[in-house]
């Protein structure tokens, strides 16, 4: 039997995207025909933020690839207008243009910024985090400028594909492999070889920075060794927008922190990028497409269910750089040898067994072969 709670007529989440949606939509389906409103900075409605660094940069006349079926939630969408400041004691939530806007229940879904390697904004040091972002490298690197893009995550690989794509002369600076943190040695390996095989130049070090010389920003290295390119790309990781809820209490240690069902408070819940949860033994954002759905269905449920039910976390994550596409449930990174589960040296399903007892399976679709594979039959991950 549910156990609803009826008393709840106005529910508010602030940030529109992906986690901000789910929750409206999941709202709906279970049920609570009160008033939505959602409050979102960015002037456009939801839309789909892998695509910016993938489609959106390679492909050539497509610009639709970021684009999410229009909302059915029904909710009051005020676009274009950031919450600088919540009363918690009041049920409030504060607006930049001063109006406030009440609630019996609110959703935290602000999500993340793109972090800088200069602190505040500097024009000529472009980052990959909102369509506006993504819009301006794509008009820039149509005319075929040099690019370094520094960082060697999924993020800063597929920025580096979509430049060698576009005819770029590209650099990617990384802490060692490209990948290799998130994905693990062998797999990293792959995306490696296609990348140099494809035209990347890559450039290892432990420290970058943006400095000035002669007018220009450069990439200074920890090694003294100065990277000159017409167009700079940072995609050295993300920060919670938490900022608009300092003076709250909410926050642990300049963290949103929530319990297993997304709850920071029983009338709060906080969801996607931005909140940290509960999963694997410790306590840690996952800033991943798929998670910011699954904690959004979960929290927005416990909202107006007690009974509602904690959050089964099961990490997906895909990727697609320099012509392979991987997408990987499970853990990452991967250590020691794969399984061949199902197909061939060119693509296929691969299982890592993890000491844990936790498996990870992976579809690669690559080009060039994988070496040290075990060929098996089932797979039960
Ligand atoms: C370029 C790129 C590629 C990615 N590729 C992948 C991928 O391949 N696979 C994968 O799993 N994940 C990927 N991700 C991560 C994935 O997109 C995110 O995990 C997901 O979008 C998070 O959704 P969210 O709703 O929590 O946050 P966001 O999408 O960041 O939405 C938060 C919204 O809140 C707004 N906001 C912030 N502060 C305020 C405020 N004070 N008031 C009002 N509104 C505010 C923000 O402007 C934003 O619109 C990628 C991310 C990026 C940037």
């Known amino acids: 039997m549910s156990i609803l709670r009826d008393s709840l007529r ?13 929750a409206c939509d999941t709202l709906r389906a279970e049920g609570f025909d009160g008033r939505i409103t959602v409050i979102g900075d960015e002037a456009v409605a939801p839309y789909s933020r892998p695509a910016l660094s993938k489609a959106m940069l ?9 684009l999410l079926p229009e909302a059915t939630h029904g909710a009051i969408e005020r676009r274009g207008i950031a919450a600088v400041g919540l009363d918690v004691d009041r049920q409030r939530v504060r607006l930049a243009d001063g109006d406030e806007v009440p609630y019996d229940a609110l959703i935290i879904s602000t999500g993340t910024r793109a972090r800088r390697l200069t602190p505040g904004s500097r024009s000529d040091e472009y980052t990959v985090r909102t369509l506006a972002d993504a819009l301006a490298l794509r008009a ?16 800063g690989m597929e920025i580096a594909s979509g430049a060698i794509g576009a005819g770029c002369a590209t650099t990617l ?12 040695a062998l797999l990293a390996a792959r995306f490696h070889d296609a990348a140099v095989a494809q035209g990347l130049k890559i450039v290892a070090t432990d420290s970058a920075k943006l400095v000035m010389r002669d007018g220009a920003s450069v990439v200074a290295l920890g090694d003294g060794t100065v990277i000159e390119a017409q167009v700079i790309v940072s995609a050295v990781g993300d920060a919670p927008n938490v900022e608009w809820l300092a003076t709250t209490g909410l926050l642990t ?7 297993r069902r997304g709850l920071v408070r029983p ?15 410790r306590v840690a954002r996952v800033p991943l497409w798929t998670s910011a759905i699954d904690q959004a269905k979960v929290a927005a449920a416990a909202l107006l269910r007690l009974d509602a039910p904690e959050l089964a976390f099961q990490q997906y994550f895909w990727t697609e750089a320099f012509g392979i596409s991987l997408k990987a449930i499970g853990p990452t990174p991967v250590a020691g040898e794969a399984e061949i589960v199902e197909g061939t040296g060119e693509q296929g399903l691969l299982r890592w067994r ?5 498996a990870t399976a ?3 679709d690559y080009r060039v072969p994988i070496p040290k594979l075990r060929r098996v039959t089932t797979c039960s991950v």
Request: no cysteine; net charge negative.
């Open 253 to 259: 240690g300049g963290a949103l922190v929530v319990d």
């Open 173 to 184: 600076v990384a802490k060692g492999t490209p990948l290799a943190a998130h994905l693990g």
């Open 58 to 66: 390679r492909d050539e006349d497509d610009l639709t690839s970021h």
């Open 362 to 364: 992976v579809a690669l």
């Open 140 to 155: 820039r690197l149509a005319s075929r400028p040099s690019v370094v893009v520094v960082g060697g995550g999924p993020l």
């Open 354 to 358: 993890q000491a844990d007892g936790r």
């Open 267 to 281: 009338n709060i819940a906080a969801v996607g990028d931005v909140a940290a949860f509960p999963h694997a033994g």
């Open 10 to 22: 106005d529910i508010v989440v602030v940030g529109s995207g992906i986690a901000g949606l789910t």
